[in-house]
Nanobody, 124 residues
Framework: QVQLVESGGGLVQAGGSLRLSCAASGGTFSMYTMGWFRQAPGKEREFVAAISWGGGSTSYADSVKGRFTISRTNVKNTVYLQMNSLKPEDTAVYYC?????????????????WGQGTQVTVSS
């Protein structure tokens, strides 16, 4: 299994930007479909974005389309989430997740490797 470590979270004002990174180790990263999820206080975890093993396909939650961009570099075993035009409702713990195999798309329950999360707080 791959180990995932997120970084890049923090406090930002509404309208600002952040880039999250997720570094993978211990597995063949290029064989993993990767995704980002988030969980706000008192709410269930929700899907944010996903990217296929080769980076050729992406998908986004409607709430972040046009503002967030997911990308990956298999050479560096890293997946990114560029977040622009941030809103207070984007405040959450953001988790990186992966699933071995080249199936696409994946349902949220199919991700079976998870990072520890990174906090993103957007002030109004």
């Amino acid at each position: 299994q791959v180990q995932l470590v997120e970084s890049g979270g923090g406090l930002v004002q509404a309208g600002g930007s952040l880039r999250l990174s997720c570094a993978a180790s211990g597995g063949t990263f290029s064989m993993y479909t990767m995704g980002w999820f988030r969980q706000a206080p008192g709410k269930e975890r929700e899907f944010v974005a996903a990217i296929s093993w080769g980076g050729g396909s992406t998908s986004y939650a409607d709430s972040v389309k046009g503002r967030f961009t997911i990308s990956r570099t298999n050479v560096k075993n890293t997946v990114y989430l560029q977040m622009n035009s941030l809103k207070p409702e984007d405040t959450a713990v953001y988790y990186c997740a992966g699933h071995y195999g080249r199936s696409w798309p994946l349902g949220p329950r199919e991700y079976d490797n998870w990072g520890q999360g990174t906090q993103v707080t957007v002030s109004s």
